[in-house]
């Protein structure tokens, strides 16, 4: 069977339809990374897929899940609008643009603060957190499997060594 015939087989976890759009929200829990949810405009001039792994995808199921459709409708028309009339309209890309450019600065003027109140060694624990991120993903499932029992131990004997002090 092909994907694309697999894809339109799929049974929902929630649909939800508010106005002309529907919202399809699907889960693998054999493989969750490959849930996603689903936008479509009723004419199917706009369809939209967002992974799971975002925010987006659990604040709008949330919003379903308590019959917040305002939620759900004011998204999409904040999605949609500047997606379809931005090629119209040079103002509103402007208008759009120069709003996006003054919540970046807020955002690097926020994530700068942050990083101030970083001590050495909260940024030490991060940077190797993060090569130990990226050394698993490079690792095959045995010697991942391998890494993570040497990890347990010396988590082991720490504890162990802790108690008696």
Known sequence: MSNKIKFFKQKA???VRVGGWLFEWFFYKKNPERSFMRVIGESGLFDL?????????GYLLAAAEQ??????????TLVYVPAMAMTQDQRL???ITH????????????????SESVSDAEETASQAFMEDVAALSRM??????????EDKAIVRDMLSGDEED
């Open 13 to 15: 976890y929630k649909s």
């Open 140 to 149: 095959t499932k045995e010697e991942a499997k391998k890494a993570s029992e």
């Open 93 to 95: 890309t402007d208008d």
């Open 67 to 76: 019959d917040k459709l305002e939620r759900l409708h004011g998204w999409i």
């Open 49 to 57: 897929k967002i992974k799971a792994n975002s925010h987006v995808f």
């Open 99 to 114: 709003a996006v450019s003054e919540w970046m600065k807020r955002k690097d003027s926020e994530a700068k603060d942050s």
